[in-house]
Structure formats: structure tokens, C-alpha cells
């Protein structure tokens, strides 16, 4: 080792760069085989023979790229319109947030994307009509400003929460050091901003890479999109999905490439620079910063939530609609229970497993978590559709609401493997080692980490996901068995045909439901905050 | 019988040693002191003893049989020991009994008897109008009472204390000290006990190691220990010691401030370190020795004072009220005793 410990940082360096390589291949290969089984079985079919190599550019490129441009433009639109909503609030959330802000903060995240987006688009063309300006929307032009700022107010919070974190555990110290030395202004934009840098870069990748592989609000407001076009593609073959996947391999790829060199840049740059700052409140002045998060969250909380409550006969059940809407929330609720168990025995009991592993394994499950989380879910819809494709009993199996389980599992598995090992860091190594002691087995020791310290991460895990996949709509929409309707697809299917009228008592539902679940899901991380201040 | 013999136990850390050679004998319901600064591999060697760790080699036996060693590794909860650790490790989601009677699952007891014995060892320890509370609620010193209460109810021969009463003030500390002498006396158990402030434990303790950096420094009765440590380390360690440096006449004797101190183990020219403690001085206007106080500080009970004697300055505990400039008679009232480099 070199005496200043570069040796150690070297070799530091290179396990996280084979963490990611070994990470990134093993998301590559399966794709790499999908493509290999689309030339095979193509190969197979002389007829088809003809179409395969000529095909397969207008296959990734279709409409010879324009899609994907449009795709890649109106993620980089949003989410410069996410950066300039985001900051102040981040900056007002980290220097004097309050719970009841944060939680209002993290409310448009709650709000599935594409009632979300439905919510924009009835409020934006109300809007639109009281200003007289009739069938603005359309302008292509227009529209696709409209999805950027749908994309833009829906997933602003992805950008601001960890701002506000990097500014309340890093910013103060630093802060206070510098008060005698410059007046605070210059401070604040000479040392404190510097210091957001990747918390706000690493959350502007994250919510590039969610407008990049968003599906609803495209589709809401008519935009040209990659996205839609592989989805297109896995519908009309859905026999053979393996042809779906040149479509998909562009959004794929930019994914995992962004994905990649973020978690480098990260690796390179420690997030939190002063930890020991701890998490406490600024007393100074924020008038700037307090005006516009009243402002941003006017905008973005208040406006379509009030839009959503005041929509003509929102509170009088239809009775055409209700009957297939309980249904298919009844079937979502199916899916979204499973999927949610799923990530929890995946996640939870990978944490549980892998307590005591090398750290190379640790962090490989933590690049392919984190991947999976931001994937576009073509990805995971190609994965499973191949298995409809199989012999008669896997077909049956995967055309089965198991699937879900699976599905949901593979996708939201890095929040209950995120949440439990965090609650399992602060459990301590003294608890492993009384059960050592006391000689208990290991179903005894994993019902007392579940009963004890780990019970409530893991509910909060178990809901956080429950929410998430409840307002899912692609896995839910081209995985969902046949005879089963999630309200997802139901309720896309209602503004598809513009039934708006039987759609919005359905989404006023959800919306109420989903807001039920993260209370929940509150009650029971703040339950683990006492249950492990009681173990500490 | 439950002695605890440990011989020749290595144990590494990647490359860093945390016990070399070490060995050392805790007597079948004795009390063994461990001490040593931080790093110096107390807790290693509880933990070897334990079976929670494996020494690199090295035998460890309790009760006469082989534990660790020889090919065998006997897992910690067939070793007929407990471990109180210095945080103590309740399950927040079970009341204090239920926390006692997870130590009786594997005991094919009926939940009754369970429950009963779990009851009887939190009596023990006065923690019967607690047994039904959760650990959330229970202060520093009942949580500590009622591990202690888990340790102790499947009757182990040795009870392993990591610093048990680190973060537990000084009435606690003596209460909780209070129950361990009546178990030791009622009960016989063997205990090794790793502590940093070990005035509390001296009043329990038979014997005594000392540990710096792995490696066993000073052995022996506690109070032989206290009184004649046999290292220069140990006597700074163990009673901060004054150390004087001298060299050995003719006589056999080194003449040193203090007086001519006895050296039977040197030969004559042999340079030799002398430690005198400094709770070993008294004021009495009859002594011998007369010193020119430098420095006094109140220290509670006594002041601590640095003083000129013959041209070596000394650290020294006084009961009488001094002030620097002060003019002061002292007589030994504790010999002093040469000391030898570890």
C-alpha cells in the first residue's frame, strides 16, 4: 500500500467498477439472448428470413429515430423544468422543512404517474378553455410542452428530496464556518451550492431516466415516444416478444449506461461530505426560498388535486362504471399484494441473507436493484412475456396473477432490500451474536428480526411497494392473465374511449387510497424509528 | 466445576494481531479481572472463550474439557456460558420476561415452567414489578438487570461480562456490582469480567491479567497484583504509578529519593525502574521524606499534588488540604518495589 493509501482507493476503485461490470452484465445478457432467440427464430421461418436483417434498423429505429429523439427531448425538457421547480424547494425543505411539507413535498409521487397525467390534462384543457383558446392541445408543439411539464409536476420531488437531505446533513457546518468570512448569499452560492452538486445530479439522472421510460403521459397527450412504439411491438407479437426487444434495446441501453456512469461519478464523488453536521434546522432567513416552494407546491400539489375534486359528478357514482371498476380494483389490489410480498421476500430476505456476505456481493445486489427500480419495465415485460412463449406448463404459470409476484418482485425488490438493510446496520452485531449465544434457530431468529427490529421496515417496505405497483400500469397492463383486469388498464382503457365522467370517481378513488397507503407506510417507519431508538 | 483455562490462544485480525500467546486460568467460582486499554484484545479473548470467534490457535477449556482446540469448536450455546453485553441486547417487541425465557427455548421446558423460571431469575434481581414491561420503558439499570436476568437464568458455569456497567452511573453501578457478589455467593459462578473502571470490580475479583496489544502483560492474585505490580506498564496501569530510575549497588539495593529499595532480582550495576504509588505517601511531621508541594488540585476525596523530593518531581494523593510552595514531612507507608520492562 502507498503511504497515502491511493493503493487503497485504487483497489476501492476497481471492485466497484467490476461490481458494475459484473452488474450491467448480467441485465445485458439476458437481453442479449432475447435478441439472439429473435434472429433464431426468424432464421427458422424461411418467409420470415427476408424481413429479419432489413428490418431490424426500422425495428430499433423506427420511424428511422425520430421517436427515440422525441423520446430523449421531452425527458431532457422535463427535466430541465424539473430543476428549476425542484431547487428552491430542496433548499427551503433542507434549511427548515417541516414534516407536514416533506410529506407534501412527496405527495406528487404518490399519485400514479398516469392518472397523474390524466389529472394534467383535464386541468390543463380546463384551463385552456377558460381562456378561450379551445382545442389548443392539438398543436404537437403544444402537447408536447404539456407532457413536459405533466413529467416535470409529477416527479419534481425525485430531484428536491435529495437536495433537501444533502443540505441538512451537509450544508450547516459548513455554513457556519464560512459566516464570519463572507457575507451568507455568497456563501450559500460559492460553498453550499458547489456541495448539492450530486445530490441534485444524481437526482436529475433519476428522474431523466423515469421521463425517458414513462409510458402514461405520452401516451396522454399523443407525443411521439420510443416507449410506446416497444410497447406497441410487444402487444402485436405477443407470441413471439423476443421480436419486441430491437425496439426496446435503445431505451434499455441509454438506461443502463445512465445508470452506470451515475453510480461511478457518485463512487468518485462521496455523497455527504460532513455527516457529523447532523440533521438539525437552519434559523436563518429563507424568504426566497419559502416563497417559491408555497409557489411550486401551489402549483403542482393544490392545483390538480382541487381540479381532480371540483370535476363535474366526481362524487356521484356512475352506476355503468362502478361495477367493472370495483372489479378491477379488486384486481389490482390482487396484483399489487402479490407483487408487494414478492420485493418483500425478495428484497428482505436477500438483506437477511446476505447480512454477513463479502461486500462485492452486497453491492452487486445493490447496482442490480438499483437498475431493475429504473429500467424502463419493457425490460421486465420482455423478461416474463418470453416465458408465455414456453412449454404449456411455464406458459401457465406465467399467465397466471403469480406472475405478478414475480414481476413486481424483480422490479421493486431495492426498496425492501434498501429499507432492511439499513434497519439491520443500526441492529447491531450484539443481537446476532445473544441469538449465537442464546443457541436460537434460524426460524426463531427470523421471526424475532420480523416481530422486532426489522417488523416495521419491513411493513413500511411492503407498503411503499404495495402503493407503487398498485398504480403501476405497463407490467400491469401487457402481464395481467386473461380474465383479469387490473383498474390500471381499466381506467386507461376509459380515457382511451373518453369516458372521463366513469374514469374520475375511479381515480379520485385511487388517489385516496394510495394516499392511505403511504400514511401508513409513515406510521410504520416512524414505528421503526421508535423501535430502534429503543434498541440503541 | 467450572474453570475456564485458556493456553497459548493467536488470534488476527487480517494482519493485525489481536492476541499473541495469550493464556490465562479463571478458578472454578473465581472472578477474573481483564484488563487493558482499548485494543489490547479483552473483548477478543471474551469472545474466544464465549465460541463466537475462533482462535487461530490455542486451547480453551471449561471445566476441564476442551472447548475450542484440538480440532473441536464447541458452538456458544452448548459451552455452558453466558455473555452480558456492554449494550444491553433486548428484543423491543417482547416484554422483559419474555425477553428471559427466549434463553429457555431449546430446553424442552413447558412454557409454565419457562415462564416461572424466567420470573425467578428477574426476582433475583428485583425486577419483578418490571417483568411485564417492554424495553423501551425500562431505564439504563433495569435494562442491564434484566440481560443479566437472561444471562443467568439457564444456570451457566461461567457468566462472560463485557464491560457490562460502562454506561451506568455510579449508584447503578455499585447495585448492579451488589447483585453480582450475592450470585457469586450463592450461586458459585465463574465470571470473567472485562471492565475499564475496575475499582468496582476489584471487590469481587480473585485473580487478575492484564492485556496490551494481545499479549499478557501481568497475571496473579488481584490483590498481590495491585499491591507489587511486577511491570512498568502494569504499575502505570494499575495504580499510576511514580517511576524512578536507578541502578543497583553493591548491596543489592537501588539507591533511589525514596530510600534504598531491595532489588533481589537485579545484580549489582543493573539499571532498574522503581514504582512507588501515589496513594503511598503520608503527611507526618515525623517523616523522613521532605518535599516542596509544586502543584494541588481538590480532587474529591483526597488532592492530587505534584512534589519536588530530592530533585524528582512525584505525583502523590494527599488527605490534607495543601497549596503549592507548601513545605510537607511524608512517610511511606507503602514500600516501593522495583519494576521490569514487559
Known sequence: ?536 | MANVACDNLMKRYGDVPALTDVSCRADDRGVLLILGPSGAGKTTLLRLVAGLDRPDAGTIRIGGAVVTGSGRHVPPHLRGVAFVFQRPTLWPHLRAVDNVMLALVGRRLRRRERRRRAAAALDRLGMTRRARAFPGSLSGGELQRVSLARALVTDPGVLLLDEPFASLDVELRADLVRHLAALKADRGVTMLWVSHRYEEALALADGLVLLREGRVVESGPVQDLMARPTTVFGARFLTDANLLEAVVGPDGRAETVLGAVPCPDHRPGDAVVVAVSPDAFLVDGEGDLHATIEHAEFRGRSFACTARLGGATLRIHLKDRLAAGDEVSLRLITPPVPVREE
Open chain 1, 1 to 536: 500500500m502507498t503511504p497515502d493509501g491511493s493503493g487503497e482507493a485504487g483497489r476501492r476503485r476497481s471492485r466497484r467498477r467490476r461490481i458494475l461490470l459484473a452488474g450491467l452484465a448480467l441485465v445485458g445478457v439476458p437481453v442479449a439472448v432475447g435478441i439472439g432467440l429473435h434472429f433464431l427464430r426468424t432464421a427458422a421461418d424461411p418467409a420470415q428470413v427476408a424481413l429479419t436483417i432489413p428490418t431490424l434498423g426500422s425495428s430499433v429505429w423506427p420511424s428511422g429515430g425520430r421517436l427515440f429523439a422525441s423520446n430523449l427531448l421531452l425527458a431532457a425538457l422535463a427535466t430541465g423544468m424539473a430543476l428549476v421547480l425542484a431547487f428552491p424547494v430542496g433548499v427551503y425543505l433542507g434549511r427548515r422543512g417541516r414534516a407536514v411539507l416533506v410529506a407534501l413535498a412527496v405527495s406528487p409521487l404518490v399519485i400514479p404517474p398516469h392518472l397523474s397525467a390524466y389529472i394534467w390534462r383535464f386541468t390543463l384543457e380546463d384551463a385552456a378553455r377558460g381562456l378561450g383558446a379551445g382545442a389548443v392541445w392539438a398543436s404537437p408543439q403544444r402537447s408536447f410542452a404539456a407532457a413536459a411539464w405533466t413529467l416535470a409536476a409529477m416527479y419534481w420531488p425525485v430531484v428536491a428530496l435529495p437536495v433537501a437531505v444533502a443540505i441538512r446533513f451537509c450544508g450547516r457546518r459548513v455554513r457556519e464556518e464560512l459566516a464570519t468570512l463572507a457575507p451568507p448569499r455568497a456563501v450559500f452560492w460559492r460553498a453550499v451550492a458547489p456541495g448539492l452538486l450530486p445530490a441534485l445530479l444524481g437526482g436529475a439522472g433519476i428522474f431523466f431516466l423515469l421521463a425517458l421510460s414513462n409510458y402514461g403521459v405520452p401516451l396522454m397527450w399523443n407525443v411521439p415516444s420510443q416507449v410506446l412504439a416497444a410497447f406497441a411491438q410487444l402487444e402485436i407479437w405477443r407470441d413471439q416478444p423476443a421480436r419486441a426487444i430491437p425496439t426496446s434495446l435503445p431505451l434499455i441501453l441509454t438506461a443502463a449506461a445512465l445508470c452506470g456512469a451515475g453510480l461511478l461519478w457518485l463512487a468518485r464523488r462521496p455523497y455527504g461530505f460532513a455527516l457529523t453536521a447532523g440533521p438539525r434546522r437552519d434559523a436563518g432567513p429563507a424568504r426566497w426560498s419559502a416563497a417559491l416552494t408555497v409557489a411550486v407546491l401551489t402549483a403542482t400539489v393544490a392545483v390538480p388535486l382541487t381540479s381532480l375534486a371540483t370535476y363535474p359528478g366526481v362524487f356521484r357514482p356512475t352506476r355503468a362504471y362502478w361495477q367493472p371498476g370495483r372489479e378491477a380494483f379488486l384486481c389490482g389490489i390482487v396484483f399489487a399484494g402479490l407483487g408487494a410480498t414478492g420485493a418483500v421476500v425478495l428484497g428482505a430476505g436477500l438483506a437477511r441473507a446476505t447480512r454477513r456476505a463479502p461486500r462485492v456481493v452486497r453491492g452487486l445486489i445493490e447496482v442490480i436493484g438499483l437498475f431493475s427500480l429504473f429500467v424502463p419495465a419493457i425490460l421486465i415485460c420482455l423478461l416474463l412475456a418470453a416465458g408465455r412463449a414456453g412449454p404449456a406448463w411455464v406458459a401457465a404459470v406465467y399467465d397466471s396473477p403469480a406472475v405478478f409476484a414475480v414481476a413486481y418482485g424483480l422490479r421493486f425488490f431495492y426498496i425492501p432490500w434498501r429499507v432492511t438493510r439499513s434497519a439491520q446496520r443500526l441492529e447491531g452485531r450484539a443481537y446476532h451474536e445473544t441469538e449465537r449465544m442464546l443457541g436460537l434457530g434460524p426460524c426463531r431468529r427470523a421471526l424475532l428480526a420480523l416481530g422486532g427490529a426489522l417488523g416495521p421496515a419491513v411493513a413500511c417496505a411492503w407498503l411503499i411497494v404495495f402503493a407503487l405497483a398498485l398504480g403501476e400500469l405497463e407490467i400491469a397492463t401487457f402481464l395481467a392473465p386473461a380474465g383479469w383486469q387490473p383498474l390500471s388498464t381499466f381506467l386507461d382503457n376509459q380515457m382511451h374511449y373518453a369516458r372521463q365522467a366513469g374514469a374520475m370517481q375511479w381515480v379520485l378513488i385511487v388517489v385516496a387510497a394510495e394516499l392511505a397507503v403511504v400514511c401508513l407506510a409513515g406510521i410504520a417507519g416512524r414505528l421503526q424509528w421508535r423501535t430502534l431508538r429503543a434498541t440503541t
